[in-house]
């Protein structure tokens, strides 16, 4: 069984920094790309950022030159470190992968979700 484990949200005023953390658990061939979707109350889930296996990145307009996307290939892991953030971040943050199994079938797999909040 493959899963996603997320970690790292919460509370931070604006201006404020927080680093979120993904890693990929179970058994599996191969990790390809990774990345962070986030879901604000009563909207859609909206792409963050993404990164591939060679380490390629793209990124929402909105978090561009605030958000860093980096992956550890090893741990089959990524981060996203939120810099300057502001209210218009607030929403819940999902990871994403698409993973090869056991059996070689390729998949999409979600994380959980961690909330992140920010507010003074």
């Known amino acids: 069984q493959v899963q996603l484990v997320e970690s790292g949200g919460g509370l931070v005023q604006p201006g404020g920094s927080l680093r979120l953390s993904c890693a990929a658990s179970?058994?599996?061939?191969?990790?390809?790309?990774m990345g962070w979707y986030r879901q604000a109350p009563g909207n859609q889930r909206w792409l963050v950022a993404t990164i591939t296996k060679s380490d390629r990145t793209e990124y929402a307009d909105s978090v561009s030159g605030r958000f860093t996307i980096s992956r550890d290939s090893d741990k089959n892991a990524i981060s996203l470190q939120m810099n300057s953030l502001t209210p218009e971040d607030t929403a819940v943050y999902y990871c994403?992968?698409?993973?090869?199994?056991?059996?070689?079938?390729?998949?999409?797999?979600w994380g959980q979700g961690t909330q992140v909040t920010v507010s003074s």
């Open positions: 179970g058994t599996f061939s191969n990790v390809y790309h």
């Open positions: 994403t992968a698409r993973i090869q199994g056991a059996t070689l079938a390729l998949g999409d797999y």
